[in-house]
């Protein structure tokens, strides 16, 4: 390997250029004459010097840590460019499992550690007060299953009870809680020989030596999946409809880390389909080509990084974290655009409204609303009672759903400082929403905003957002709901649960069509772009594949 002082200083003066250095990239050529030189044509990648550093740093930290039989052992202690390192071993490897003691644990349960522990008191006292009512419910479900042979169950929207409409105010409460009819529960023999998944439909992806938090398929190439891991990796993963023609196509380490915690907590593809970001626990955002290099290590947040999402041109970044700021990244040169510091807790969740436009929500309450460019927050919506878990704006950008510990979700529209709807039903905290997708005759018409919302009540409901009216109950989960996804046609609903079970379900019909029993509990969905797919990513390890959901 050949290494010129020559090639070191125009990797530096490109970095000064892109860092917008004019001045001193100015002078650094006129001294280092970079302008005679036979590498002042060369084209290399943006954010060329971090890259090397990062690597190199990677390699200093690796040849730090690795003992005499080549294995790479586990330090606690970030590895530093400036500061010198001081090794705190764990005891353990990166080829064997971590022990019991030192298992980070997940990060969903980690990011809402205070919440679920209210939960888990609120359920315990619950379990106790409600036990006998909950059995009563039980009887009346299965002898309606029994007297109707599992026909589906229709809440019809004109027979919900409305008078809870307030006249007086812009804002309409619609509480469903005693006016949902029963819920359709398969019975045991109808789930076994019915709508069990075949095992030849059934991929599952190992490779990961973590939990794995988040999956997300690119948009572009149907078969192509990433999966982000507790391990300080992802993965990027090639998925055929057979199990001989699956392959991890790259591994994408996101070593060195910034704290004693290497947990992916999200990722996103841009449109366009050929960059992936992923954000860390160490608040680090990184930013990867689709054959997996590293182009740009974006740190700014000095807390986890809890959302991150493209805009819908793909030109600028949006992470939200725990150290309750919002940040903008330009893609092209890995630097912030803008940082927004509107929240005083931290963010769990941000949406983009339009390519400029976005909303975040917080464990403050409150949410936010902010434009690109702007100081000013947009809007600052109040009127959940507890911390805002989720927010998404419909496929059309006029309404923004919220959901909430307060066991409530709200709709709000950019004309009003109040919500215009608000929708009760669910018993327990709501832990995220989807709007199903819309067609073109559907945004053309008056055709329902369909809001589908999932609970750790064990619930998932699908509401006509609008209207605030329930129209289907789905009841096949014994834990909380993590997560939910729409296929891209609206047909079928996807929802994965602690309970280990991934549920699909006919969106319009509200009943259960294929389920499938996984090895772990279950932290996200998400259906392909043409929707044939389904990924599933898991507690042990797994990302599990459910080809053929064309149902």
Known sequence: MVL???????????????????????????????????????????????????????????????????????????FSLLEP??????????????????????????RKEEKKQKEREKRARKENIEEDETSRVKEEVVDTVIDKKTAPVNINSNNINSSNNNSNSNTTTQDNTLTDAPSVAPTE???RSNIEIKEEDVIILEGHQSEVFSCAWNPVVSTLLASGSGDATARLWEVSDSKEGVSELNVLNHLPNLNDNKELTTLDWNPSGNLLVTGSYDGQARIWTQKGQLRFVMA??????????????????????????????????????????SHTLAILDVDWMDNMTFASCSSDKTIFVCRVGTNKPLK????HEDEVNAVRWDPTG???????????????????DEPIQEIKGHNLQIY??????????DMSSDAPRILATASFDATVRIWDALKGTCLHVLQNHKEAVYSISFSPDARLLASGSFDELL??????????????????????VHFNKTGDKLAACTSNKQVVILNHMKL
């Open 4 to 78: 010129t002082s020559e090639e070191v200083n125009f990797v530096v003066y490109k970095y000064l250029q892109e860092s917008g250095f004019r001045h001193t990239s100015f002078a650094f050529q006129y001294e280092s004459q970079i302008e005679k030189s036979s590498f002042c044509d060369a084209q290399i990648q943006p954010g060329a010097l971090i890259n090397i550093i990062h690597k190199g740093l990677q390699f200093m930290e690796i040849e730090a840590h690795m003992n005499e039989d080549g294995e790479l052992l586990e330090c606690s202690v970030p």
């Open 85 to 110: 390192h001081h090794c705190e071993l764990t005891g353990n490897t990166f080829n064997n499992e971590p022990t019991a003691t030192t298992r980070p644990s997940s990060v969903k349960r980690q």
């Open 189 to 191: 023999e109808d789930t």
């Open 300 to 341: 700014q947040h000095t807390g986890p990084i809890f959302s991150l999402k493209w805009n819908m041109k793909g030109d600028y970044i949006l992470s939200g974290s725990a150290d309750a700021t919002t940040v903008v990244w330009d893609p092209e040169t890995g630097q912030m655009k803008q940082q927004f510091e």
């Open 380 to 383: 600052k919506w109040v009127g």
């Open 398 to 416: 006029q309404y923004l759903a919220s959901c909430s510990d307060d066991m409530t979700t709200k709709i709000w529209s950019m004309s009003s």
């Open 432 to 441: 995220t929403l989807q709007w199903a997708p819309y067609s073109a005759e």
């Open 503 to 524: 549920n699909v379900w006919d969106a319009k019909e509200g009943t259960l069509k294929k389920t499938f029993k996984a090895n772990g509990g279950i932290f996200e």
